[in-house]
């Protein structure tokens, strides 16, 4: 099989071509014009690589051709990845630009992104670049492959710069998928949860009643739907609230309370995924949201449009596979913990997490008297930061059994305190000042959950920017999340090969879960696939170590019933 090729789509139609030498630059044959570039791809089967800008410039119009590629190089994300490891991430990361920076000259911002556009299958993440020849791309990628050598583990920053370019790959794939969504299904909740519509696109039935009933139980008219108004009728009934979260309202004695956590429920439903959500995103029994592989400096993936990444629990009831075929619905168990014991090397956290049963039920034999909720708090509490409290007492006694594991997410908040970088096991950086409510989401902390969370800790806007020690709990999470990214992208490209065999088709991805849509026949193949690909995906990542990264696999034909 031929090793690598390049392509660049050319000013006014075509495609320049070519292949690549060792040393990264046009082999014997030289650069050629051709007129077509699915034509170009698809009469090299025998490529292994293809090098290119942008994933999201021509693999889209690949797949729409039926062609499918083994593996790529995208120059632009490598771009964004080498940046970061550099300390200067923000930067543009064009092609354009780096070229530039190559040259000494001016170096141009990137374009802004294209918004999404509901029920579009095009490239909604790919902005106006400017396009390059194949040349100039070339002496780009010759000088990222020479960045990559400069780092302080370059196997494992060019093992991260495939994976993200593998999970590119993935991510169109499932953009050009769908997620299998029943608009039957959908309609029959939305009638059974809200009742009616009403004409004229006001709140249905049921929003209404509850409305009602929360102006009744204040005495004059409320809209629920502004918290501010909230807030002041709970102060003319002598009660001070912050704000109408759930957490911080539920507790309250007051007879608005019952009707008014009822609305914000359905509210968000009917506002995220009603009526309009399904005519705007589900088409020809696919709900289409755009995947963006690493959208986030964590690595974690994020969608433009449609909430793809947040589908409420009784919405997933509108998640039905085809007929005959089945969902298989997999989350990788306790990830976060299962990977601070790789990326720490600590013995005993490494020994708990190779044994087959429950990991925190491990931790809290060994150290917390079998008490599994107080170890599992202790744990994810030495991950998010909360060291204050009986956080603070928690975190000793993990110290004293697990030392190595804990010392690694110290090291890196004391890092993010002092302002400097801290990297994924494989290489992804943090920047060195993060902050605000994007942060806070990016770090994967709650936005609407008790005092007790880290993002009432300082994750909040306008404060963690300038607050050291918040930026510190940034970096202990960004070490053992990111480093999870890291996996999860060698897992996915793993299962992709696998299910390139049959008919199976990713259809779904969130940081811990993934969703293959296969005929009922393939189903026990790809649950098997799954657990191989974590498998390899923890060896490659991470060497050889006892840590398991163990999937809870259902197949199903609903997503529902998957929980």
Known sequence: ????????????????????????????????????????????????RWVWRSTAEVYPALLAAGVRVERCYDVEDAETLLLGYEGRHGEPRSAAAALARLRGGPVP???????????????????????????????????????????????????????????????????????????????????????????????????????????????????????????????????????????????????????????????????????????????????????LAGGTVTGRWVTNGGGGLQIPKVIRRAVVADPGWRLVVADADQMEPRVLAAISRDPGLMEVAGRPTDLYQSVSDRAFSGDRDQAKIAVLGAVYGQTSGDG?????????????????????????????LVRTWLGRTCPPVAGGEDAAEEAGIPQDEPATTPADQGWVPGYASTNSRARGRFARNFVVQGSAADWALLMLAALRRSCAELAAEL?????????????????????????????????????????????????????????
């Open 109 to 291: 911002p990137d374009p802004p992104q294209r918004a999404a556009e509901p029920g579009s299958q095009s490239s909604l993440f790919e902005p106006q670049s400017v396009r390059l020849p194949l040349a100039d791309l070339l002496a780009v990628y010759a000088e990222q492959q020479r960045r990559h050598d400069t780092t302080e583990h370059p196997d494992r920053m060019r093992l991260l710069t495939a994976s993200e370019s593998a999970g590119m790959l993935v991510a169109a794939e499932m953009n050009r998928a769908g997620l299998p969504w029943s608009a039957d299904v959908h309609r029959e909740l939305l009638h059974e949860l809200l009742g009616e519509r009403y004409v004229g696109g006001g709140e249905p039935r049921r929003l209404a009643e509850l409305a009602d009933e929360v102006s009744a139980a204040f005495g004059r008219r409320v809209r629920p739907d502004l918290p501010a108004d909230v807030v002041k009728a709970f102060a003319q009934a002598g009660i001070k609230v912050r704000s109408t979260r759930r957490w911080e309202i539920q507790s309250l004695d007051h007879p608005a309370v019952k009707p008014l956590l009822e609305y914000k429920k359905l509210y968000r439903i009917w506002v995220a995924h009603g009526w309009s959500w399904l005519q705007d995103w589900v088409r020809d029994g696919r709900f289409r949201p755009e995947f």
């Open 507 to 563: 259809v779904f991805f969130q940081h811990d879960e993934v969703i293959v849509h296969c005929p009922k026949e393939e189903a026990e193949t790809v649950a098997a696939a799954i657990r191989e690909a974590a498998d390899l995906a923890g060896r490659l990542t991470f060497g050889e170590t006892p840590v398991r990264f163990p999937f809870t696999v259902a197949v199903v034909e609903c997503y529902a019933d998957a929980k």
């Open 1 to 48: 099989m031929t090793d690598r090729w390049a392509l660049a789509p050319a000013e006014g139609g075509g495609v320049e071509v070519t292949a690549l030498g060792p040393d990264g630059l046009p082999g014997p044959g030289g650069v050629r014009w051709e007129p077509d570039l699915v034509g170009a791809v698809r009469s090299r089967p025998d490529v292994s």
């Open 392 to 420: 603070l007492k928690n975190l000793a006694a993990l110290r004293r059994r697990f030392p190595k594991a804990v010392a690694y997410v110290d090291d890196a908040a004391k890092a993010g305190e002092e302002g400097r």
